[in-house]
């Protein structure tokens, strides 16, 4: 863990399950290497990984079975360590690669910006020339313009102690806002490939296909029917991500999926036992194929304790360097610069929308207002629209850091405007892009931020827009599988006889609820919006005849079409940049200045 860090409490532990083929996964770590300096809970950093995974890999050939490490994107956006440096990811890059991994494959935030699409190109992807697959991603080389394979698109290989045959796939789902150096295949195109064909009849003894893919999106099923009726017998275990969920889904008797969560607070564990061997036994048919899983919270108590190893023989000489390295970029990004003091907490979905303790109503009613101004319109009245999903997490109650900034919000989107809209037209695009309602009351999955947010057009879409109709800003679901960990409340506590219990994810999966390693109480959590609105410059008499209409550019290509609903013409040459700065830089201006610097 990293200095500063608060020491993890020991809870309640269920206890890992081995079987003949182990796996050890992350996803969505979003930049957090340095581990969660102000949840006890997910503490540990990734030095305390690379410790962990040596001990595991050395029990695992004490134990004559083999073990797996694997990655499923979405490694980078969305923490000081990566963001906060030029360029970006200058330090996590060589950071992640000490880890040893197995199978590792891309996610769509290593998509976003082309320099990130090209740094996956020339450092990550040679660094883990093996173990990079890129099943369904090409890269377009800037020298030539030749469109060529990202990585890899599958591996076969055997495994170290058992000589299992394996073939690994690596997806990312049918993202379609990545940069322009780089081409996503669906993944309906991709299974018609000659290779992919290939692949799918290798005969190998497992298929393991890992994928920056929400559980129960399309993706994963057409892959897992397609590869299912061409081995009827052979398990197959999906590794997968994006929703930033812990869940389980089966999808036969022998083919099961894990997703272990987001920003490094989960470490996914999934066993299978019983897998028949293709070269010893042809009644494989007959096999009793068993798939186990726990997500494990990201502490060094728990770690250790898995592993089975005392506190003093926990860090190996690897791990313990991985944690200096962190440290060392973490003082020289400057990341605990303190900008000012939260005077509490605000939450995303843990408190109610709107409420004193949403982060949203904070930065509806006193953030952008204040800070989102061009100063040449100041005076002409606006409405300013954010996505909720430019949101990333939750801000504590005390020092609020140069790090919290990119917690907070890490993306380059700026602010851009229609100006001069008739207000009655303007009022509306709010309440469009808020109108789908909460997913669960639709027929699409809720566990799916992205793609499965629903149409806030509700099936009344002009045309140009069902094109579009998957690129919804994220959309937070808060009766979802598992919750977010937090400090236990007070009114939370259990009877004398029962062990004290910590707040944190409580995951109901197609295995059961008995997922996590760490027994937690539960914490209600809220929805929130598509979109939030401020309100700035109105005159107190009346309403105004028209309005300035800015909006962060993630969600431009719901507005234009928007407008066209409420009654108004524009094109995308009415758009102009209204202020050149982000939602990180606004934020910490704001803070800044309205915070008290002692806390
Ligand atoms: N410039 C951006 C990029 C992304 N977002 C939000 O992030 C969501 C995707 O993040 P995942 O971790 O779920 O892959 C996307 O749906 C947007 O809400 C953004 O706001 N600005």
Redesign the pocket.
Known sequence: AQPGAPAPVAVPMRELEWGQINFIHTT?T?GWHGGHLQEAQYSADWGDYVSFTEHMRKKADEKGVDLLVVDTG?RV??NGLYDGSTPKGNYTSSIFGQQNIDILCT???EL?QEATVDREHSITVPHFKKSYIASNLDYIEPETGNQIPQAQRYIKFKTKNQGYTIVALGFIFDFD?NANNSVVITVEETMKQEWFQSAIREKPDLFVVSG?VGLRMKEFEQIFRVIRDANWYTPIAFLGG???VRDARRFDDKAFAIASG?YFETIGWMSIDGIPKKSEDSASAKATVTFKRRYIDNNVLGLQHHAGVSETDFLTPRGRNVSQMITDARKALNLDHKLGCSPRDLWMTRAEYPNDGSIFSWLENEVVPDAVVNEERADTPRLTIL??????FDIFKGAFTKDSTYLI?P???KFNYIPDVPYDVAKKVIQLLNSGGPVFNTELDPSI??QM?PSPFLGKEPTELAAHSHH????FDANSAQQPLVADDADDAVSDDEPQLVGGYTTTDDLGDDGDDAVHSPIKFYNVPNCIQSQAGFPEAADPATVDLVF????QPWIIPALKFSGGDYSTDNITVYLNATLTDVIAGWVGTHWAKDC
């Open positions: 969505d979003h979405d956006e969305g996610g769509n935030h976003y806002r920056h994006h929703a930033h987001r996505n909720t999903g430019a949101i990333r919000s993306f380059t989107s931020p992205e947010a919804h800003p994220h959309f962060i550019d993630y969600v």
